[in-house]
């Protein structure tokens, strides 16, 4: 039971994130220590203990909280529950800053970008095509678009 557990674990923990493979062992060891061998699932009092072993502290109303979303309102939290709860609170997510960050450095600190910026930067040419279809233009420099990163940066974090 425990080696069908195991490899069912896997297979779930793979299909739903990109995390790195050294974070989903430790979830997942996290997971098989604190969860009843014949059930692969967490009563509320595991998940509290599994949480609290990886480091995750919420207040009580938190953890309640969380539970019920976690579980669907059930008695207990499966490996899949688990794992996409961890998802979401550790998997890496771009920031508006990291992203102001790198179109600055793109534009080589200019109050916009053109085309060939993001052809010198190695950015995907399908991503450049989004991009200039997207983003406001405002002029020319030099024979390019030049386009505002800036307002397109606050319109999509605005959503």
């Not at 604190?34 to 480091?55: D, I, P, R, V």
């Not at 550790?90 to 052809?119: G, P």
Request: hydrophobic share 35%.
């Amino acid at each position: 039971t425990k080696k069908v557990n195991f490899l069912e674990n896997q297979i779930v923990a793979r299909g739903i994130t990109n995390l790195q493979p050294e974070q989903l062992e430790e979830f997942e060891a996290a997971f098989r220590h604190f969860a009843t061998e014949t059930s692969n699932s967490l009563t509320k009092s595991e998940f509290k203990s599994c949480l609290q072993a990886l480091g995750v502290a919420l207040t009580d109303e938190e953890f309640e909280e969380v539970f019920n979303q976690s579980s669907k309102n059930k008695v207990f939290v499966n490996f899949e529950q688990f794992t996409s709860f961890m998802v979401s609170i550790t998997e890496d997510r771009t920031s508006s800053d990291q992203l102001r960050r790198a179109f600055q450095a793109l534009a080589t600190n200019k109050e916009y970008v053109t085309e060939l910026d993001l052809k010198r930067a190695n950015v995907p040419m399908p991503t450049i095509q989004y991009l200039v279809q997207t983003m406001p233009e405002i002029g020319e420099q030099d024979g390019d678009s030049v386009y505002d990163y800036k307002a397109f940066l606050d319109h999509v974090f605005e959503m």
